[in-house]
Nanobody, 119 residues
Framework: QVQLVESGGGLVQAGGSLRLSCAAS????????MGWYRQAPGNQRELVAR??????NYADSVKGRFTISRDYAKNTIYLQMNSLKPEDTAVYYC??????????????WGQGTQVTVSS
């Protein structure tokens, strides 16, 4: 059984910073891509940032403000969010694309962590 556990959300004023963490645990062979998505009320879930084989990609709205990183030894990713804006307010979800064994791949989501940016 695979789990993704997020932490680090909270309430911050505009211009402030937060750091999200997501740790993967359980039975799997390896992790391919990991990333962060977010969903604001009334909106669809959208990609924020993704990291795969050392390469990263970001939503245009967060480029230059957010940084995704990965600790391969700890199966953990981080999202450093700087210069936060009220429009960054959303539930942030961790995602992982995993190789479970020689026959199976898995697509997993964390439970979500709330980020609220006040103006």
């Amino acid at each position: 059984q695979v789990q993704l556990v997020e932490s680090g959300g909270g309430l911050v004023q505009a211009g402030g910073s937060l750091r999200l963490s997501c740790a993967a645990s359980g039975s799997f062979f390896s992790i391919d891509a990991m990333g962060w998505y977010r969903q604001a009320p009334g909106n669809q879930r959208e990609l924020v940032a993704r990291i795969f084989s050392g390469s990263t990609n970001y939503a245009d709205s967060v480029k230059g403000r957010f940084t995704i990183s990965r600790d391969y030894a700890k199966n953990t990713i981080y999202l450093q969010m700087n210069s936060l804006k009220p429009e960054d307010t959303a539930v942030y979800y961790c995602h992982a694309d995993m190789i479970i064994d020689s026959m199976r791949r898995g697509d997993y989501w964390g439970q979500g962590t709330q980020v609220t940016v006040s103006s």
